[in-house]
């Protein structure tokens, strides 16, 4: 099987890839450069034979570029996200996640095998509320992020892309199988440790914050990409994952 990762060369998406090359997964990302991409992995990292790079801007790929990139792919990974600069959260792309997610479902439709479909996995936030599985918050915490999203355009677009999964593939879907991984306030630890996972959130993403290392989303995505009976538990659905406090 061959892992198509989106947004690679990020914090969490480049663990993504160093966990699925140590289980000598077949790992095709999508980069600006491959020489950049090849100073961010560790030394010596084993089972490189096994990474495939494109270097390209996932926005400019045409229509059949990106047929050509998801074909023959069983997962697909998204850890796309905006730069944490000025231009990165005002500027363009605004919708760079949503219209990713879109653009790669539809090469998905046109490139699937029925019999098999194809797993996409979306790295999320716990500040999206999942209200189709009757997620409540409190009155505070709307406002909160209704405020956020209209001066954060990435906050917005994260919600835009999870809410195009609930409404366009269903579960009946022949050819894609979803799953939007939402963690808490992201924090960077050199180990995984325990974690667990939870349908909703447990407490407030805003006014009591939990943490999750990006090493433990890395490794809960690659678990859904490797374990069967994983998937089968949170396909369709939007997990929450927090680092254990013991």
Not at 123 to 138: D, H, Y
Not at 200 to 224: C, E, K, Q, W, Y
Request: proline residues 4%; aromatic residues 6%; glycine residues 4%.
């Amino acid at each position: 099987m061959t892992i198509l990762i989106l947004g690679a060369s990020g914090q969490t998406g480049r663990l993504v890839v160093e966990q699925l090359l140590a289980q000598k997964v077949s790992v095709h990302v999508v980069v600006r450069s491959a020489d950049d991409f090849y100073a961010l992995l560790p030394d010596h990292m084993p089972h490189l034979n096994q990474l495939i790079i494109t270097e390209a801007s996932i926005s400019n790929l045409s229509a059949q570029e990106l047929n050509e990139l998801v074909s023959g792919c069983s997962t697909v990974i998204s850890c796309l996200g905006h730069n944490l600069s000025f231009k990165g959260i005002y500027g363009q792309p605004r919708r760079l996640v949503t219209d990713s997610v879109k653009r790669i479902c539809q090469s998905i439709k046109h490139t699937a095998d029925n019999n098999v479909p194809v797993k996409f996995i979306l790295m999320n936030t716990t500040g999206n509320q999942n209200i189709k599985a009757g997620e409540e918050i409190s009155l505070a915490q709307k406002i909160t992020i209704w405020l956020i999203s209209q001066l954060i355009p990435p906050h917005a677009d994260n919600e835009a892309a999870a809410e195009y999964l609930q409404a366009h593939i269903c579960e009946s879907n022949e050819n894609i199988q979803w799953s939007v991984v939402r963690p808490d306030s992201l924090i960077d630890e050199i180990d995984c440790s325990e974690y667990d996972i939870y349908p909703s959130p447990i407490r407030s993403a805003i006014f009591d914050a939990g943490i999750t290392s990006r090493i433990n989303v890395a490794h809960f995505m690659t678990a859904l990409v490797t374990d069967s009976a994983l998937w089968a538990q949170w396909k369709t659905k939007m997990p929450v994952i927090y680092n254990r406090v013991n």
